[in-house]
Nanobody
Framework: VQLQASGGGLVQAGDSLRLSCAAS????????AAWFRQAPGKEREFVAS????????LYADSVKGRFAISSDIAKDTVFLQMNSLKPEDTAIYFC??????????????????WGQGTLVTVSS
């Protein structure tokens, strides 16, 4: 399976962006999905995750109330709606899935499949 992330770009502080992550190739009966990000010179950090079916979500404290993760199971696509963007949100955003697991986590080691990343730049 491959994950293709898209939707990144250059925006100003306070703007919104919607990231998409489409899965292709082998399909799984269920999976949890997540978004992580990595800013220049920093380690990869958790942003948000969602359970299979979307009834359970987790968010990093830094994005709570501003970002929303969702999924379209029929299209094997996961979204990250980002509102009220701040310069500190600037990073490469990666999507990832846990095939065979429904429960979302915040630990990158628990995700087996990763997308290539999409760059989000927020100017002040």
């Amino acid at each position: 399976v491959q994950l293709q992330a898209s939707g990144g770009g250059l925006v100003q502080a306070g703007d919104s962006l919607r990231l998409s992550c489409a899965a292709s190739g082998r399909t799984f009966s269920r999976y949890a999905a997540a978004w992580f990000r990595q800013a220049p010179g920093k380690e990869r950090e958790f942003v948000a995750s969602i359970s299979w079916g979307g009834d359970n979500t987790l968010y990093a404290d830094s994005v709570k109330g501003r970002f929303a993760i969702s999924s379209d199971i029929a299209k094997d696509t996961v979204f990250l709606q980002m509102n009220s963007l701040k310069p500190e949100d600037t990073a490469i955003y990666f999507c990832a899935i846990r095939p065979g697991f429904s429960i979302p986590t915040s630990h990158p080691a628990t995700y087996d499949v990763w997308g290539q990343g999409t760059l989000v730049t927020v100017s002040s």
